[in-house]
C-alpha cells in the first residue's frame, strides 16, 4: 500500500428519486466549470429515457455528461463494470483539470466506486462447518465472546445472536490469523483512489412523495407508454433485467393486458415511493454524507467550495 499515492477530487450528489439531483448538480457544476458522471443503473441504458428520468438534450448540453446511454438495455451490466469505466472518466477529467461530479441515486454504483467491490477474505468450508456446530452444541453467544478475544472491534459491532456474521469472522482469523476487520480496514485503504464530498439531498416525504406522484405523472404524459412499446417493437423483452425496472415493467404489464391503465398507474406510483424510501435507507446509513435540502443552494455551493478550497491548500 503506497499511502502517498495522489488522490483525485470527487463531489458526490445524490438521495432518492425525485428529490431534485439533476437541476442541483448543473447548477453546482456549472458554477465550478464541473462536468457530470452519472450514477444511476437506469440512465446507462440507450432508448430508456423517459422512464429513467435521464437528463434532457438541453441539460446535457449544458454540462457535459457522461456515464449515459453507453449500453443496450440487453447487454449485461454491473457495478464492477461501472466502478471501473466511472474511475477511469474521473482520471480522465483531472487530467484536463476538470472537477467530476458524480450524481445519482443508485447506492451501490457509489459505493463501488469510492470504495470498490470488496473482494472477500478465503474461507474454508470445513472450518465454517465446525464452527456452527460449535454454535448449535454451546450457542452463539459463546462463540461471540471468543471474536471478543481475537477481534474485540468486530465483535462490538455484532450482536452476539448474529451467527452468520460470527462464524465468518472467526473462520476467517483462523485460516488468516488476522481479523476481518484488518481485511475491511486494507482493503478500503487501497481501493478508495479519491477523496470525496457526499452531499445527500432529502426532502420532507410527504412532500417528496408528492414530487414522485407528479413526476410519474408527466412520465405519462411525455410519452412511457410509447417509449415502451418501441423497446418491444425494436425486440427487446419483457423479460430483460433492464425492462423489468420501475416503470417499464408496469407499462408492460399494461400493453400486455396484465393490468388497467389506473392500476398500472396506482403501483408504478407506489413502487417508486417504496424505492425511494429503500434508497434513503442505504444513503443515511452513510455518516459521511452532508444531507441537505435541494432548495439550499448557497449551502451546497459553499460545501464544495470548502472542499476545493481545502484541497488547493494541500
Known amino acids: 500500500m503506497n499511502s502517498d499515492k495522489p488522490k483525485f477530487d470527487v463531489v458526490i450528489i445524490c438521495g432518492p428519486t425525485g428529490v431534485g439531483k439533476t437541476s442541483v448538480a448543473i447548477k453546482i457544476a456549472k458554477?465550478?466549470?464541473?462536468?457530470?458522471?452519472?450514477?444511476?443503473?437506469?440512465?446507462i441504458y440507450k432508448y430508456m429515457d423517459i422512464g429513467t428520468a435521464k437528463p434532457t438534450p438541453d441539460e446535457?448540453?449544458?454540462?457535459?455528461?457522461?456515464?449515459?446511454?453507453?449500453?443496450?438495455?440487453?447487454?449485461?451490466?454491473?457495478?464492477?463494470?461501472?466502478?471501473?469505466?466511472?474511475?477511469?472518466?474521473?482520471?480522465?477529467?483531472?487530467?484536463?483539470?476538470?472537477?467530476?461530479?458524480?450524481v445519482g441515486g443508485t447506492g451501490l454504483y457509489i459505493k463501488s466506486l469510492t470504495q470498490g467491490m470488496f473482494r472477500d477474505a478465503p474461507s474454508d468450508p470445513d472450518i465454517r462447518r465446525r464452527l456452527k456446530q460449535e454454535a448449535a452444541l454451546?450457542?452463539?453467544a459463546f462463540l461471540h465472546e471468543r471474536l471478543g478475544q481475537y477481534d474485540p472491534e468486530t465483535a462490538e459491532?455484532?450482536?452476539?445472536?448474529?451467527?452468520?456474521?460470527?462464524?465468518?469472522?472467526?473462520?476467517?482469523?483462523?485460516?488468516?490469523?488476522?481479523?476481518?476487520?484488518?481485511?475491511?480496514?486494507?482493503?478500503?485503504?487501497?481501493?478508495?483512489?479519491f477523496n470525496v464530498l457526499k452531499i445527500g439531498l432529502h426532502k420532507d416525504r410527504e412532500m417528496l412523495y408528492h414530487r414522485i406522484e407528479s413526476r410519474v405523472d408527466a412520465m405519462i404524459e411525455?410519452?412511457?407508454?410509447?417509449?415502451?412499446?418501441?423497446?418491444?417493437?425494436?425486440?427487446?423483452?419483457?423479460?430483460?433485467?433492464?425492462?423489468?425496472?420501475?416503470?417499464?415493467?408496469?407499462?408492460a404489464d399494461f400493453l400486455r393486458g396484465r393490468l388497467s391503465y389506473d392500476e398500472a398507474l396506482r403501483t408504478l406510483k407506489r413502487d417508486t415511493r417504496r424505492y425511494a424510501k429503500r434508497q434513503l435507507t442505504w444513503f443515511k446509513a452513510d455518516s459521511e454524507i452532508e444531507w441537505r435540502d435541494p432548495e439550499e443552494t448557497e449551502d451546497i455551493l459553499g460545501l464544495v467550495s470548502d472542499f476545493v478550497k481545502v484541497r488547493n491548500e494541500k
Open 157 to 193: 459491532r455484532l450482536h452476539p445472536n448474529d451467527i452468520f456474521r460470527i462464524v465468518r469472522a472467526l473462520e476467517v482469523y483462523e485460516i488468516t490469523g488476522r481479523t476481518i476487520s484488518d481485511h475491511h480496514r486494507e482493503h478500503r485503504f487501497a481501493d478508495a483512489p
Open 31 to 43: 458554477m465550478f466549470d464541473g462536468e457530470i458522471i452519472g450514477a444511476d443503473s437506469m440512465q
Open 138 to 140: 454451546s450457542g452463539s
Open 60 to 102: 446535457q448540453a449544458c454540462i457535459p455528461h457522461h456515464m449515459i446511454d453507453i449500453v443496450e438495455p440487453d447487454e449485461p451490466f454491473d457495478a464492477a463494470k461501472f466502478a471501473k469505466m466511472a474511475r477511469k472518466k474521473i482520471m480522465e477529467l483531472h487530467q484536463r483539470k476538470i472537477m467530476p461530479f458524480v
Open 222 to 251: 411525455q410519452g412511457l407508454s410509447d417509449e415502451v412499446g418501441k423497446l418491444f417493437d425494436m425486440g427487446y423483452s419483457e423479460n430483460l433485467k433492464s425492462m423489468q425496472s420501475i416503470g417499464y415493467r408496469h407499462i
